[in-house]
Each structure stands twice: as structure tokens, then as C-alpha cells.
């Protein structure tokens, strides 16, 4: 025997719904952010499947391609005929007229259409799985490199080498937040838990962290990593050193929350009940600042990329041969280089828009994160 | 007053210690000291170093004395001769090569504050008052585009376009004419034509927070009950509002000294490389790299006491302007 339920109503899925159920209803009503957090899953894919994305390797370098201009997707054949298919031309070496330097130039003579699926450039996907299988590409890849993006001044293919460079800065990203987190609950915790002088002495350090000014003393701190380290090392460590001030954002979450619901009724009666005091940390208050936390984290993502490119950027961050975004810019460092290979900045777009959408998910998160606020 | 400014400046004292503790560990961390590297740079040039010279140079720096005493007598001699120590890589006494460079991001970041106020003023208070109109809402998203580009990516792409478009050259302070001449009223003026670049680009990412608080702060106000009793006063909607909410949300323009202040300092480092501006940033980087550790930690510690410094009269100013945080 079946008990019929009654059709529930909207109204009812409102008042019936969980606290995250809310917080997702209310997050996609807010559509910029939704749109970004897609954009955000796409950049991550992008990043973990580098080699397969990458129509190139991205050491890959020849002088006949030196600072090639981006080639542009065609869909009219010279002929005047139309092709669903995109296709490039190929790239042929000529000399300016008037300044008589070597430059790269597209000859309509050589068409390539785009194809999904081909074969290139052999690489091995998270030092596993050996394949030769890019998500796109151009037939002839092995005589002439597929320029989506440009080549740099060593004639390296931009594209590809902006996908490598996203694992790096994307992930610093993520590890750095985790670092902030690690610090910032424990120490905004006992901040927030115990009060008194403890608190009084950790709001102080915040207090000085805060008012320094973070590129010199990151450029200052970095230094001092060992020269020897290997590349790994120097990136968990700048990682750290970047996690330095940012823990300093999520103390404060932590500790404002902390304050306001050692407050809460709920609280009072959880200790009334006689439950014990990690229960009630772990079970009563951490769960209410949980959504809290991960806006505050997806805010702090930014600070955190751009902490990486700045530091690289400037010559005393990731060194290359390490491929990221920061080390990418360093080859568009001076206005001469900029003049010539425009393309060269690429890399500070995709900056951007990573940033952007940060910022825009963490401010949906944001409202989102308080479902019963009117 | 005079107790809160007292301590106030109580709290300043220990702050700077603490840094100067800091810069001095950040001096020592690189392995070898300035003696070593002097020995190699001697060795490299031909020149043989002496175990007696280096001793006496040892002794002459205070080298041989344990770290503590270094750390005093290296604080006692900032305090009262201004002494930084030495420049290895320059072969000059930090203090000369910083004050003029120091003086320049002085003057940039404070021109950037300004500005930014002269912006952010008039945008607040319309984006506060007309709520949800088109004008807010595109300060909104230009408020998160100019929080999300780097000041450095914006300082190349404005270089790139003045050159490819204009043919301007935005870099340094002076143009080729005037670098090397004494003051006068021209350079004075071909200065300021160099000079906005770089307030422009520090001003964006400043003046979008600056806008966002402002206007938080003003609709607050303006949904509290005074406003509605001035209103039903009949008192002229401009008038009204300059005169209370505006005044009450105006502290954060204040208290945008402390938390603005340490993001121009490092702004101005950065963007200083890309616009080859003579600021602390250049020589900073460049005694980084090679291990001039003197003269890059009093960079570190005389930027982090000048946001410091911030810090300190923004608490001043805002004791002063409100009489809630004085009488607290």
C-alpha cells in the first residue's frame, strides 16, 4: 500500500529546502557569477588537460618562427568560397621593406584547415599516459606550427605555452588559499574562541601584516629561498610566502563569526545540553561558517595569482624553464618587445579574466553564502 | 585626545621595533655576509684578499660581534646618524642612494591618494544616491574590471598604445631634455606631463574600492532615521545629504590612508620597472638580485614605516573628524 503524498508547492520547497539547497538557489539567480564559475571550470580543465589541449609542445622552439604574428582564422577561401571549417595560412619568412629585418608573414598560398582530434607533438599526460592525440591541430603540424596566439622570441607556440603556464598559476592559486585557510582557521580560531590577551596579540600581528606593503616584502622574502632548491621547492615556497598576508583575511572571517555566534541561542542550548566543547565547534559553529569560508576563499584566489605573476613578472618568482603566466609577461617586460610582438601580452588577458571571474563567483558566493538574509 | 594620540604613537614605537627585527632578519638570512662577497669581488678582479684585511674589515663593520649586538648598533646608528649601512653592489652608504628615490614614491603615492578621493568623492556619493540607475551600475562593473587588472599589465598596454598610436613615450619622469637639467619651471612642467601616468594607473584599482565603501557606507546612512527627519524638515535634498550622511560615511576615505597606502607603496614598485621611473621599486629589485642585502632591507624597512606612518595619522585624522572614535 502506497501513502499518497501531497503535491508540495513551491512555497513549501522554500520552507522544506536544506541551508545549501537555498544557497544554490539564491547563487543561480545571480547570473554573472554562474557564468563565471563556468568560465572558472573550463580554465581548470584547460590546465589539467595542458598536453592535450595545447596543440603543441611548449618547449617546442625554431628560429624560422621567431615572434610569428597570431594567424587569424579564415572561414572565405581566397577564392571567395565559403568553408564551415576554419583554416589558417601558413607562415612564410620575408623581409620588411623598410627596415630590412627578417619577418614572419602569412602566405595565402598554403591552406590548413583545423581539424579536432589529430596527431602532433608526443607528450605524456600527468607523467602516465603517453599520447601523441591533441584536441586540435593542423595536418601538417610538424612542418608548420599551428599559431593560434602567436610564437614568442623563440619561436615557441604562445598558445600552448599559455595552457602550460595556466597549471601553474591556477594551481598556486588554489594551494596558496589552502595555506591561508590552514593558518587562518587555526589561528582566527583561537582568536575568536579564547579572546582576551591571545586575541589582543594575534590581532596585532593581523594588524602588521596588513600594513605592509606585500610586493617588497614578497620580492624581500623570496629572496631568501635557497638558490639550489629545485623548481618544486621554489614553487611550494613562494606559495607560502604568498599565504603570508593572505592568511591574515581568512583569521578575520573566522574570528568575526566566532564572536557572533558564541553569542547564538543555539549555542547557549547546545551547552546547556551539556555537550562537549569540540562537539560544539565542530558540529554547531563550523558548519554555519562553512559557506562563509568558501566565499571568503574564492575571493582570496586573485590576490594570489596575481602575487605569482607579479613576483615572476618581475625576474624573482618562478624562473623559467618553468612555464607560468608571470614568466609568460616577463617576455613582454620592455615597450620594445611590446611594439614588435603586441601578441606578447596575451597572457595578461588571460590573467584578467581568471581574476574577473574570481572575483565575480566569490561576489555571488558571497551573497549566497547567508540564504536566510532577506 | 592628547591620551589617544599618545597612545597611539605608544603603539607606533613597538610596531617599528618589530619591523626592524624583521628587515634585520631578512638582511642576515642570505648565507655568507657582505665580508665574503667583498673577498669574491676582490678575488674576480685579480686582487688577492689578505685573511688580515678581511679580518680588520670584519672588525671594522662589527662583523665579529654576535648578532644582537649587530642588530642594536645597526638600529642605534639609524637612529642617530641615519645610518643604513652599506651598499656592497654600489660601494656607497645605503642612505645616499635612497632618500631622493624614497621622496619619489613619496610623492607618487600621495598625488594617487588624492586623486583617487578627487574620483571616488563625487562617483560615492552619485552611485549612493541614485541606487540601481545605469551610471551606478556601470561604476559597479568598471569598479570590478579596474579591481581585476594588474596596475603593472595596465601600465604596459597604456605604454603600448601611447607608442603605437601617438607615438608617446610614457616611461620615466622627465623627457631627454631635462634629466640632467636643474629645476626650473619647464621641467616642472614636462614632469607633471610624465607624472600622470603612473597616478592614473596606481589610481584605478584604489579608487574602485574607495567608490564600492563609500557607497556601502552612504546607504547606511541615508536609511537612517535622521535623514528622514531632515527631510520632512524640508530641507533641500543636496543640502541634506552633503551636510549629515556624507559626512558620517566620509571616514572611510579617511581610514583609506592605512589600507591604501601599503597597495600604492607596492604598486608604485612595480609599475616603477615597467614605466623606468626613479622610485625605490628599480633599485630595490636590482639589490635583490644581487644579494645587496643592506641596501634592500632599508628599502623594506623605510617603506613598511612609511605605510606605518599611514596607518598612524589616518587613526589621527579619524579621531579627529569623529568624535566617537576620540571619546571611546
Same mark, same amino acid.
Given at each position: ?69 597570431? =594567424? ?82 623563440? /619561436? ?67 629572496? #631568501? ?30 574570528? /568575526? ?39 571568503? =576563499? ?27 603566466? /608571470? ?48 | ?157 597604456? =605604454? ?109 614598485? #612595480?609599475?616603477? #620597472? ?22 634592500? /632591507? ?31
Amino acid at each position: 500500500m502506497t501513502v499518497a503524498t501531497p503535491p508540495k508547492s513551491a512555497e513549501a520547497n522554500l520552507y522544506t529546502a536544506s541551508q545549501w539547497q537555498l544557497m544554490w538557489w539564491r547563487f543561480s539567480r545571480h547570473r554573472v557569477a554562474v557564468v563565471s564559475m563556468i568560465l572558472l571550470v573550463f580554465a581548470y580543465g584547460a590546465a589539467l588537460f595542458a598536453e592535450f589541449v595545447s596543440p603543441h609542445d611548449p618547449n617546442r622552439f625554431s628560429s624560422s618562427w621567431v615572434l610569428a604574428p597570431p =594567424m587569424r582564422l579564415h572561414f572565405t577561401r581566397p577564392d571567395g568560397s565559403f568553408s564551415l571549417r576554419p583554416f589558417v595560412y601558413g607562415l612564410t619568412s620575408a623581409r620588411d621593406e623598410e627596415t630590412l629585418a627578417m619577418v614572419v608573414v602569412p602566405d595565402e598560398t598554403q591552406v590548413h584547415p583545423i581539424r579536432f582530434w589529430v596527431k602532433g607533438d608526443p607528450y605524456t599526460l600527468w607523467g602516465q599516459f603517453d599520447s601523441d592525440l591533441h584536441l586540435f591541430g593542423i595536418d601538417v603540424w610538424a612542418e608548420q606550427p599551428l599559431f593560434l596566439l602567436g610564437a614568442d622570441d623563440l /619561436g615557441r607556440d604562445l598558445f600552448s605555452r599559455i595552457m602550460y603556464g595556466a597549471r601553474i598559476s591556477l594551481s598556486i592559486g588554489l594551494l596558496g588559499v589552502g595555506f591561508s585557510l590552514l593558518f587562518g582557521v587555526v589561528l582566527g580560531g583561537i582568536s575568536g574562541y579564547y579572546g582576551g590577551l591571545i586575541d589582543v596579540i594575534i590581532q596585532r600581528i593581523i594588524e602588521l601584516l596588513r600594513s605592509l606593503p606585500t610586493i617588497p616584502l614578497w620580492l624581500t622574502l623570496v629572496v #631568501i629561498l635557497p638558490p639550489h632548491w629545485s623548481a618544486l621547492r621554489v614553487y611550494f615556497g613562494i606559495t607560502l610566502i604568498l599565504s603570508l598576508i593572505g592568511w591574515t583575511g581568512m583569521a578575520r572571517v573566522v574570528r /568575526g563569526r566566532f564572536l557572533a555566534l558564541r553569542e547564538e541561542d543555539f549555542i547557549m542550548a547546545a551547552r546547556l545540553a551539556n555537550a562537549p566543547q569540540m562537539r560544539i565547534i565542530m558540529r554547531h559553529m563550523v558548519p554555519s561558517f562553512t559557506s562563509h569560508l568558501i566565499a571568503q =576563499m574564492t575571493l582570496a584566489v586573485p590576490g594570489m595569482i596575481l602575487g605569482e605573476t607579479a613576483l615572476s613578472f618581475l625576474g624573482l618568482g618562478l624562473q623559467p624553464p618553468v612555464v607560468s603566466w /608571470g614568466v609568460l609577461l616577463q617576455g613582454a617586460q620592455n615597450l620594445r618587445s611590446v611594439v614588435l610582438a603586441p601578441w606578447l601580452l596575451l597572457p595578461g588577458l588571460f590573467v584578467v579574466a581568471v581574476i574577473l571571474a574570481f572575483n565575480f563567483a566569490g561576489d555571488g558566493l558571497r551573497d549566497a553564502a547567508d540564504p536566510y538574509a532577506i | 585626545m592628547w591620551k589617544f594620540l599618545l597612545q597611539r604613537l605608544l603603539l607606533f614605537i613597538p610596531t617599528f621595533l618589530v619591523i626592524s627585527v624583521i628587515t634585520f632578519v631578512l638582511i642576515q638570512a642570505p648565507p655568507g655576509d657582505y665580508i665574503n662577497s667583498y673577498a669574491t669581488q676582490l678575488e674576480a678582479s685579480g686582487e688577492e684578499a689578505s685573511e688580515a684585511l678581511l679580518l680588520a674589515l670584519r672588525k671594522r663593520y662589527g662583523l665579529d660581534q654576535p648578532v644582537y649586538i649587530q642588530y642594536v648598533k645597526w638600529l642605534w646608528g639609524i637612529f642617530t646618524r641615519l645610518d643604513f649601512g652599506h651598499s656592497m653592489q654600489w660601494n656607497r652608504p645605503v642612505g645616499d642612494l635612497i632618500w631622493d628615490r624614497l621622496a619619489w614614491t613619496v610623492l607618487i603615492s600621495f598625488l594617487t591618494i588624492i586623486f583617487t578621493w578627487i574620483l571616488a568623492f563625487p562617483i560615492g556619493i552619485y552611485s549612493a544616491t541614485h541606487q540601481y540607475s545605469g551610471f551606478d551600475y556601470s561604476f559597479t562593473f568598471l569598479g570590478f574590471v579596474g579591481a581585476g587588472i594588474p596596475d603593472f599589465l595596465l601600465a604596459l598596454v597604456l =605604454m603600448w598604445l601611447g607608442f603605437a598610436f601617438f607615438g608617446l613615450d610614457m616611461g620615466g619622469l622627465f623627457s631627454e631634455a631635462f634629466r640632467d637639467a636643474p629645476w626650473s619651471w619647464a621641467k616642472f612642467v614636462d614632469m607633471l606631463k610624465h607624472l600622470w601616468v603612473p597616478v592614473v594607473v596606481l589610481s584605478v584599482s584604489s579608487t574602485a574600492g574607495l567608490i564600492r565603501t563609500m557607497r556601502a557606507n552612504l546607504l547606511d546612512e541615508l536609511r537612517k532615521p535622521y535623514v528622514i527627519t531632515a527631510r520632512s524638515k524640508g530641507m533641500t535634498e543636496w543640502h541634506l545629504v552633503l551636510k549629515y550622511p556624507v559626512r558620517v560615511a566620509l571616514n572611510p576615505f579617511i581610514s583609506s590612508i592605512a589600507y591604501v597606502l601599503p597597495q600604492l607603496v607596492s604598486g608604485t614598485t #612595480i609599475i616603477s #620597472i615597467v614605466l623606468s621611473l626613479p622610485t625605490t621599486g628599480p633599485i630595490q629589485i636590482r639589490s635583490l638580485m644581487s644579494q645587496d642585502m643592506y641596501l634592500a /632591507g632599508s628599502i623594506f624597512l623605510l617603506l613598511a614605516s612609511l605605510t606605518i606612518l599611514g596607518t598612524f595619522i589616518s587613526d589621527i585624522l579619524l579621531a579627529v573628524v569623529d568624535p566617537r572614535i576620540r571619546l571611546e
